[in-house]
């Protein structure tokens, strides 16, 4: 596979749930981010990790907990969610330093009942 | 304060041509950026321009960069019913570049009438 792959591309979870979303990129990049994509708003930032180290938390809750093991994979793992955190969650990478070459994947919608 | 605007929607018919806005708040960004996000699908960067530039042509699709004004538009030639698709606009205050923050605005949708 090339590109940025994310799985799954649709989850529905209960409140009481602990669920992860996995995002793979086949790119060789060494930076990779996570975003929320709510309807009819701006693209929110959660978090971007440059060679497996976090180095932004945009104030994102913490039942959201990011794990980045590698520089090709990046988790979310999800618990205790909330009803208004159903969005689509998009994953991106870069290379280090050229975050204008962010290429994203294809999403996970994501429908917390 | 951060903050990107578009307009939400845009209807054009097929082969006219197609110009989508957006206006931005910090000047330090180095660059803008504009992404298409067809249905289903994740974002793809379409084309970006450095701010001390002007215009940037890229086959059908020209982008031009008022900083004074702080305005940002696309314009996309003989648009086709392929062309269908929510596009933002996007920009990297200097501030966060180093993070790899992008700022983007809501999205405007673009419907292509045949």
Same mark, same amino acid.
Not at chain 1, 3 to 26: A, D, F, I, W, Y
Not at chain 1, 42 to 64: A, G, H, I
């Given at each position: 596979?090339?590109?940025?792959?994310?799985?799954? #591309?649709?989850?529905?979870?209960?409140?009481?749930?602990?669920?992860?979303?996995?995002? *793979? &990129?086949?790119?060789?990049?060494?930076?990779?981010?996570?975003?929320? &994509?709510?309807?009819?708003?701006?693209?929110?930032?959660?978090?971007?990790?440059?060679?497996? *180290? &976090?180095? *932004?938390?945009?104030?994102?809750?913490? #039942?959201?907990?990011? =794990?980045?093991?590698?520089?090709?994979?990046?988790?979310?793992?999800?618990?205790?969610?909330?009803?208004?955190?159903?969005?689509?969650?998009?994953?991106?990478?870069?290379?280090?330093? #050229?975050?204008? =070459? &962010?290429?994203?994947?294809?999403?996970? #919608?994501?429908?917390?009942? | 304060?951060?903050?990107?605007?578009?307009?939400?929607?845009?209807?054009?018919?097929?082969?006219?041509?197609?110009?989508?806005?957006?206006? /931005?708040?910090?000047?330090?960004?180095? /660059?803008?950026?504009? /992404?298409?996000?067809?249905?289903?699908?994740?974002?793809?960067?379409?084309?970006?321009?450095?701010? +001390?530039?002007?215009?940037?042509?890229?086959?059908?699709?020209?982008?031009?960069? +008022?900083?004074?004004?702080?305005?940002?538009?696309?314009?996309?030639?003989?648009?086709?019913?392929?062309?269908?698709?929510? /596009?933002?606009?996007?920009?990297?205050?200097?501030?966060?570049?180093?993070?790899?923050?992008?700022?983007?605005?809501?999205?405007?949708?673009?419907?292509?009438?045949?």
């Amino acid at each position: 596979e090339t590109g940025v792959t994310q799985t799954p #591309r649709h989850l529905v979870m209960g409140m009481t749930n602990k669920k992860s979303l996995k995002c *793979e &990129q086949h790119l060789g990049h060494n930076a990779m981010y996570w975003y929320k &994509q709510s309807a009819k708003k701006p693209l929110e930032l959660m978090f971007v990790y440059n060679f497996k *180290e &976090q180095t *932004e938390n945009n104030s994102v809750p913490s #039942r959201f907990s990011p =794990e980045c093991p590698n520089s090709s994979h990046l988790f979310l793992h999800l618990h205790t969610l909330q009803p208004e955190d159903s969005a689509l969650y998009l994953c991106a990478s870069s290379p280090l330093g #050229r975050s204008y =070459e &962010q290429y994203f994947g294809p999403g996970t #919608r994501l429908t917390v009942t | 304060g951060e903050d990107v605007e578009q307009s939400l929607f845009l209807s054009v018919r097929e082969g006219d041509s197609s110009v989508i806005n957006c206006t /931005y708040t910090d000047s330090s960004s180095t /660059y803008l950026y504009w /992404y298409k996000q067809e249905p289903g699908a994740g974002l793809q960067l379409l084309t970006y321009i450095f701010s +001390n530039m002007d215009m940037k042509q890229d086959q059908r699709l020209t982008v031009l960069l +008022n900083k004074k004004d702080k305005h940002l538009s696309l314009r996309i030639a003989d648009t086709q019913t392929g062309d269908s698709a929510i /596009y933002f606009c996007a920009e990297a205050p200097l501030t966060y570049n180093q993070g790899g923050k992008l700022i983007f605005g809501q999205g405007t949708e673009l419907s292509v009438k045949p």
